[in-house]
Structures are given as C-alpha cells and as structure tokens.
C-alpha cells in the first residue's frame, strides 16, 4: 500500500515561498512509469495540477504557474518537494501530493493514491 504524506507551513505571508514535501511510503519515487504530483484545491477554481516529478527526475509544470515553480526530489529520503514563489492570497488551497502513470511520455492525470491534503493560506 503507498502512502503520501505532505508537511509544511501552513500560513506563508505575501511575496515569500511556499515550500511543500511530500514524503512517500510503500514505494519508491524512482518506481518506473510513476509520476508525483501536486494538486491543490480552492474552493472558487476547483482541482488544479500544479506540477509534477517523474521517476527519472523530469519535471512538469502547468503553464500558469512554471514561472513560480519548482518541483525537486530527494531519493534518500523518498520525497519531493513543492517551491512556489511570490504567493498571494489567490495561492491559499488545500495542497494534495498524489501518483499517476505516464502514458505515451506524458503524465496521464489518472491519481491512484493520494496524500491527505494539507492547508496552506496566504495571509500577512
């Protein structure tokens, strides 16, 4: 059974960095075909993907947040991280960490697990 489990801040103030880690069990992040996610959730835009990290290390960013983010991983510890910069208010959500597949070299938004969610607001 793999588990997600995310950790971090979860009050970021104005123009500073969310940072985010997620910590995976039960499985390796360097499995092939897996692909880590983070997804967050607001209650005015719904599901967003945010970005993700495949087994190899490739990167993939949704194209209105590549500006501000960066998604890196560290195998000794079975993790990977979520660094958005210059947060505003419109960057408060519930952050989720989850898994898919690749097909055909890209990531198929097909989550088999997922971590619990956690709270991160934007407020000075």
């Known amino acids: 059974q793999v588990q997600l489990q995310e950790s971090g801040p979860g009050l970021v103030k104005p123009s500073q960095m969310l940072s985010l880690t997620c910590t995976v069990s039960?499985?390796?992040?360097?499995?092939?075909?897996?692909?880590w996610n983070w997804i967050r959730q607001t209650p005015g835009k719904g599901l967003e993907w945010v970005g993700a990290?495949?087994?190899?290390?490739?990167?993939h960013y949704n194209p209105s947040l590549k500006s501000r983010t960066s998604i890196s991983r560290d195998t000794s510890k079975n993790s990977f991280s979520l660094q958005l910069t210059s947060v505003t208010p419109e960057d408060t959500a519930v952050y989720y960490c989850?898994?898919?597949?690749?097909?055909?070299?890209?990531?198929?938004?097909?989550?088999?697990?997922w971590g619990q969610g956690t709270q991160v607001t934007v407020s000075s």
């Open positions: 989850a898994r898919c597949q690749y097909v055909l070299g890209h990531p198929l938004p097909d989550y088999d697990y």
């Open positions: 039960g499985g390796s992040i360097t499995a092939n075909n897996y692909v």
């Open positions: 990290i495949g087994y190899a290390g490739s990167t």
